[in-house]
T-cell receptor
Framework: RKEVEQDPGPFNVPEGATVAFNCTYS??????FFWYRQDCRKEPKLLMS???SGNEDGRFTAQLNRASQYISLLIRDSKLSDSATYLC???????????FGGGTRLMVKP | GAVVSQHPSWVICKSGTSVKIECRSL??????MFWYRQFPKQSLMLMAT?????????EQGVEKDKFLINHASLTLSTLTVTSAHPEDSSFYIC?????????????FGPGTRLTVT
């Protein structure tokens, strides 16, 4: 079983749609959680950190359920520019090593 | 925000040659740098963690004699792929962590695309 699992997609949605991505992690000692965005042939860029209380940044909402070891990302009012691969990332220890999920590909179409 | 650069951004080399990739933190001191590899349609896989002035720690399955990592200064780490073969063709990405406990984790370089013919 992979340490961080995501549905690879692709998710094909029309502009303006709401789309949700899920992620599960296996190590209950995980400390920090992030969503990164990666465009084709580019490096990952931090989209947002994920907090236990849930957090929102504009059209993006992240949720964390520690009991179920589950993380989600909700994108509202999808834009064409949201098309990318979204990576669920978990940090286990103070050494700051990150473990990446396989990514979920999103394609927003006109 | 913090900036990490990589050089070269793209390299093509012949099988059997060695390739050096540089990772630099431009506006902060990176006590720890990480090297990742990403094959097409796969996620990033951590290859090794390097701390300035000490030997790198390699992940299981990564040959330390093939992937030489040097982190001689607080702003520069290098990855040398020795005797490269076509199966080493991949996207190599470094990331850096500065001093202190950065909640946001690591800052990534733009990546180096290696093609071995």
């Amino acid at each position: 079983r992979k340490e961080v699992e995501q549905d690879p997609g692709p998710f094909n949605v029309p502009e303006g749609a709401t789309v949700a991505f899920n992620c599960t992690y296996s190590n209950s000692a995980s400390q920090s959680f992030f969503w990164y965005r990666q465009d084709c042939r580019k490096e990952p860029k931090l989209l947002m950190s994920v907090y236990s209380s849930g957090n929102e940044d504009g059209r993006f909402t992240a949720q964390l359920n520690r009991a179920s070891q589950y993380i989600s990302l909700l994108i509202r009012d999808s834009k064409l520019s949201d098309s990318a691969t979204y990576l669920c990332v978990v940090r286990y220890n103070a050494g700051n090593m990150l473990t990446f999920g396989g990514g979920t590909r999103l394609m927003v179409k006109p | 925000g913090a900036v990490v650069s990589q050089h070269p951004s793209w390299v093509i080399c012949k099988s059997g040659t060695s390739v050096k990739i540089e990772c630099r933190s431009l506006d902060f001191q990176a006590t720890t740098m990480f090297w990742y590899r990403q094959f097409p349609k796969q996620s990033l896989m951590l290859m090794a963690t390097s701390n300035e002035g000490s030997k790198a720690t390699y992940e299981q399955g990564v040959e330390k004699d093939k992937f030489l990592i040097n982190h001689a200064s607080l702003t520069l780490s290098t990855l040398t792929v020795t005797s490269a073969h076509p199966e080493d063709s991949s996207f190599y990405i470094c990331s850096a962590k500065g001093t202190g406990n950065w909640e946001l984790g690591q800052y990534f370089g733009p990546g180096t695309r290696l093609t071995v013919t």
